[in-house]
């Protein structure tokens, strides 16, 4: 640790920050010191010590909790290109965890207006619906509702295969090509965030898909609520020449 007596400057206090965190001094999720604390370790002023804070939480190093304080923020376990398709089962595998299911409901379910939008030109009769957490090492990452045609993948076999993506392909003989997304961040869900060991303040980021065939057929469809701290994904852009 630095001595109380030597004067440092707002970036240096941002950088000793993190490098004890990177050093393992202050662990993931752990909590920091009082701005107030900080600056007289660092012998700055309050306000540049809050300046260093700020500095590490747009870099996404450090996480404010109003009312509770500062943490170390959670490294996420993947990142990956959204343009990357892949099962929620792979994705966790592809992070060096082990992928786990935790079932909360299967049902027959009737398709809404928006259902019958997304599966055109095909007509649903009844969906077999599956609510699921995936886990990765036991740890809840991920809420998942699922919904396929009835008749395409019967509710048992749904409930029954921890990838659906593999039943797809293995009971209907279904292979998915594509998926068209759609990801927006949400903040605190009332039913699905207590399930994932949220904190009260963690972001969750729902990703919508449905996927189809190489022939365009629609086969699925997925809401994924993924844990922001253990999920990031990002867009790979490139130019029009």
Known sequence: MLSDLEKHTTM??????????????????????TE??????????????????HILEEEQVLIRRPGV????????????GIEQLASVTDMIKQAGKRPGVQYISAELTKPTDQDQKRFDPLNIEQFAQVERIRTADGEPVVYCIDR???????????????????????????????AVAHIEPIGYH????????????????????????????????????FRADVFSFYVLRKRFT
């Open 190 to 225: 009332e039913r699905i965030s207590p399930m994932l060991h949220c904190e009260p303040d963690q972001a969750l980021l729902l990703l919508k898909q449905m996927h189809y065939t190489k022939d365009h057929e629609p086969v699925l469809y997925s809401a994924n609520f």
């Open 12 to 33: 240096d206090a941002a950088k000793h920050i993190k490098r004890l965190i990177e050093d393992g001094f202050y662990q993931e999720k752990q909590k920091i010191p």
């Open 148 to 178: 396929v045609d009835h008749r395409l993948l019967p509710l048992n076999i749904v409930h029954s295969q921890s990838s659906i993506f593999q039943a797809l392909q293995t009971f209907a003989h279904k292979d998915i090509d594509y």
């Open 36 to 53: 107030y604390e900080l600056a007289k370790l660092f012998n700055i002023s309050r306000q540049e010590m809050r300046e260093a804070i």
């Open 69 to 80: 304080g500062v943490f170390v923020h959670a490294k996420p376990i993947l990142s990956s």
